[in-house]
């Protein structure tokens, strides 16, 4: 074997020197102990718990406030009809009133003209019996 050349590597340029680094640690997700978790789910079931009450708290508020408004209003008409209902009583009574003076003039009128009629009447029989005792007086005279 005459010629065989060996093949030598070639030598790299020098390059500066690399820096080390700090060899960290892996992370090992550790277990979380079972009170800070049963803590957690505490914590979050509470929270869940007082806004379902704030909001539930709320729902009845608006509720209440709504049957207040209802009320007042149902209570405004009620006063508006009430009040109605007294005015056509009134207009009802004074007519009855008015009614009741016209009939009492009537009635008073009625026993004016009967006792004119009544006294009338007196005069006419007084004047008939007057007139046929002097007619009477006449007969037995002559």
Excluded: C, H
């Amino acid at each position: 074997m005459a010629n065989v050349k060996k093949k030598t590597k070639a030598k790299k340029a020098t390059k500066t020197p690399a820096k080390k680094r700090a060899v960290s640690k892996k992370k090992v997700a550790r277990k979380k102990s079972t009170a800070a978790t049963n803590r957690k789910q505490a914590a979050a079931k509470r929270n869940a718990l007082a806004k379902k009450l704030r909001d539930d708290l709320k729902a009845t508020k608006d509720a209440l406030k709504f049957a207040k408004n209802a009320a007042r209003d149902e209570i405004k008409l009620a006063k508006d009809a009430a009040k109605a209902e007294i005015e056509v009583l009134k207009d009802q009574l004074s007519a009855a009133l008015k009614r009741e003076q016209a009939l009492l003039a009537l009635g008073e009128k009625k026993a004016k003209m009967m006792l004119a009629a009544g006294e009338r009447w007196e005069r006419q029989q007084v004047a008939k019996i007057k007139k046929l005792a002097t007619k009477k007086r006449r007969k037995t005279r002559k």
